[in-house]
């Protein structure tokens, strides 16, 4: 069955407000987001606030987020392995590394599970008289007995913290696992070779398949369920780093493909099935970057440079000091879009909005000013998901009536948005937005007579800051209606109001230049005064499609 059913007007909606929807082209170095490091778009389901532990867990790739993690100062709960001795300083915090899925399972159960506890008899192998390993700790080291004993309890009782850890950063790393049919267990690591000389029917080598991926990742993932935080949130990722070397008859660049395709197939699952879990993007941003950029000498592990990048984005995204870094100032981003929208620049708009969805750092009227753009351009669900977060609004319930009347007209009610505006607007008729927002509703409508006859009423408040705006949309409309003269009478009186103005000045143009005046228009953008930086660069592109006189 399909992972997602999408209805076909959700997926119209997609591709018309989905800034990343297509892939980037070379000849557009603003929107180029692969070369020379790729960062992929995402959007955070949680935050990570600086006061969360964190449990990493997976392949050699959780280890370098895990050390970006505590260099940041947070507090990460794998880095204190009470190791039992000082051998730790040379083995390294390595021996958490778990490869494969099942890997992963094993090490939570053995952990969480009162009723499977880890088993020496079954797991530890003796390779020489009095000399073990466990296959499920990274490297093969052979110990006494009583050491490895205490080197399992400490990993152990490591991994049992993950009870306490509200977030959970869990790397996937490869699919080629091995199998000990003795102990009917997955091993971490290959047995050593002397083990399979000697018993070669013990041990068998398992390419794990999508289902056996997933089944084993949704066992891990009930058991953090159920032994865990309630509120514990999982970033999930696949490890870039390379298949060193396959058991397998095949290149080892296709074994580690197949390898890695298994995984984040896997991992798009889990993350679509599961609210609590994000999926995210550090393994497209490795591979799809320079190769000269992401990859050591070996060409199998990363680049500490691109690893501090990728942290570094996550952290952004997902810690609220970081995010509100990254929107640098909210009130600003929302002026811009506001600036876009006037001149009739959606998909600008749409830029300056995006870093803002999914924010909790909208105060109401913010969130309003948020809202009322989003509707203007058609983004009704983002609208609608800041709505739900608003507080009450009492008995001056304005306001709400509004946005819904907004709703209403991106969702096809239209009899019922203009019905519900008009009782607004008799009851408060000095409120300038809402005389625009039935005035924009009749244009789109194409309703040119009821369009002018509220663009006139909006133009009857008197000293209203918007006034020129409401001249500029009679203008307009009489355009529409293919009265040029009174559309030209109007833009020139909307000019006499606020001499200069970038808005007024673009749809003016453009209204000239559709009538091939170009002369004339190239008199209006130069008389235009563009204060943001989105009318310059309209201004721009107008004056480049006016020809040479």
Known sequence: MPLRVISSSEAVENVRHNLFGEYPHRDNPEANRIEPICKPAFIPGFRLEFSDRIFTIGSCFARNIERSLILRG????????AWPDDSIDTMGNEVLNNYGVTSIENEFRWALDPDCPFDPERQFMEIVAGRFID??????HAFTLERLTAYRNAITEVTRRVSDCRIVIM???LS???FDTLAQCYLNLSPPRSMMAKSPERFQLHILDFAETLASLERTFALLKKYCRSDQRILLTVSPVALNTTHTEKDVIIANCYSKSVLRTAAE???TTHAHVDYYPSYESVILSERSVAWADDQVHV?????????ERMIAAYSPTGRMAELSDIAAALAE????????NLLGAIRCLEPIRGSVHLDPAAAHHYIDCCLRIGRLKDALAVMVRLPPVGDDDRQRRFIDARVKLLDGRAAEAIAELSALIEQFPKWPILHRTITEAFIDMERWDDALVAAVRWDSLKGVSERPEAVARVAYIHAKRGDDAKAETSYLAALGIRRGSYSISIGFAEFLIERKRFSDATEILRAAVPETRAAQKRVTELMQMVPSL
């Open 74 to 81: 947070y507090e990460v709960a794998t880095s204190k392995l």
């Open 176 to 178: 080629e696992v091995w």
């Open 303 to 311: 680049r500490r440079e691109l690893v501090e990048i990728n942290v």
């Open 171 to 173: 790397t996937l790393g």
């Open 269 to 271: 699952h889990i993350a």
């Open 135 to 140: 296959p499920n700790i990274g490297g093969h």
């Open 337 to 344: 879009a506001s600036e876009e929208i006037q001149i009739r």
